[in-house]
């Protein structure tokens, strides 16, 4: 049966800690709560998109360990299938550990682990299904060299492909953009890449035309409560999105929130606007702010205006 979104990505176990605000170097501070949870770019985003209703596979490595176990039985209960999913005993599953500050923003140190194990042979395993799937997604959680294969594999057997740069790394290989249909990314990593600040609307609509530059066919630059800008390559336009304002309380993960829904909708409605689909996948982005944790706050379609649907 064929997939609507599959996602080549990482999977980490998320060990978070609430505190009042993120320690200094050196520094011992008091948090007041602290909670594991299933996390990683990848399987975020996998994970929202199969709660708005994408068939969905992850296709990802985790270790031969408690965490892994875990996270296999994860994906099943979201009802993810894990026919790509490999368990390595040379590395542990991936981990992240996360301090949440009063205002909701995060500091993350990530361990990838078994992540980085997955490499072309898992890829050319997937590949049958890979061909057959509307949209695939990667980000940087993996080795490089394994998503930009996952992305060129899909490219040529024409299934659109978002690219999220996460974490972002500076000297990003050119082949990267002209293997993106979507190129997603939020201003730091937007700033980050093209060398220039990007706090506001006008410097992401500057940025964005110089990622569209380097071959990407459309890109999507997230800015948090002043929504995205999308540009498009057939367009000269870049337009900026604006959503509603919400009061956010914890907002990890809500990039990949975002982009998990944009590959619902990319999936599900091939012709919408790009600008469309952002407006919606900025409102799933924003339920999930309001929310504690990371896939722990990703709203279900049941959970959803059918607006948004
Ligand atoms: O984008 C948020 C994610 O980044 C967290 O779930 C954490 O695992 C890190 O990968
Ligand atoms: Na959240």
């Known amino acids: 049966e064929a997939l609507d979104v599959m996602v080549v990505g990482s999977c980490m176990t998320d060990l ?17 709560k602290f909670f594991i949870g299933f996390g990683g770019k990848g399987a975020n985003q996998c994970i929202q998109a199969a709660r708005l209703g994408a068939k969905t596979a992850m296709v990802c490595k985790v270790g031969k360990d408690f965490f892994g176990d875990n996270y296999i039985q994860n994906f099943k209960d979201n009802g993810v299938n894990t026919d790509f999913v490999g368990q390595t005993s040379d590395a542990a599953t991936g981990a992240a550990s996360i301090i949440v500050n009063s205002a909701g923003e995060n500091a993350i140190v990530i361990v990838a682990g078994a992540n980085m194990l997955l490499g072309s042979e898992e890829l050319q395993n997937a590949l049958p299904a890979i061909k057959q799937a509307k949209v ?4 940087l959680e993996i080795s ?10 899909a490219q040529e057997n024409k299934v659109k492909t978002i690219f999220n740069p996460a974490p972002a790394i500076p000297d990003l290989d050119a082949a990267f953009y002209r293997a993106s ?3 997603c990314c939020n201003e730091s990593e937007a700033e980050l890449l093209t060398g220039s600040s990007v706090v506001n609307v006008e410097d992401a609509h500057r940025a964005g035309r110089e990622l569209l530059k380097r071959g990407c066919r459309s890109v999507v630059i997230t ?3 002043q929504g ?4 498009e390559a057939e367009e000269s336009a870049s337009k900026h999105v604006p959503t509603t304002a919400v009061t956010a309380v914890d907002t990890t993960g809500a990039g990949d929130s975002f982009t998990g ?6 999936a599900h409605y091939p012709t919408m606007p790009l600008e469309e689909m952002a407006r919606r996948a ?3 982005a924003g339920v999930s702010v309001q929310a504690v944790g990371t896939q722990a706050s990703y709203p279900l379609r049941k959970d959803l205006p059918a607006e948004l649907l």
């Open 261 to 266: 829904a944009l590959a619902f909708y990319m």
């Open 16 to 32: 978070v800690s609430q505190a009042p605000r993120l320690p200094k170097a050196g520094e011992t501070i008091h948090g007041h």
């Open 144 to 153: 490089p060299q394994t998503s930009l294969l996952a992305l060129q594999m």
């Open 282 to 284: 900025n409102r799933v």
């Open 228 to 231: 995205c800008v999308v540009l």
């Open 136 to 139: 695939l997604v990667c980000q």
């Open 223 to 225: 800015l948090g409560p």
């Open 181 to 183: 249909d979507v190129f």
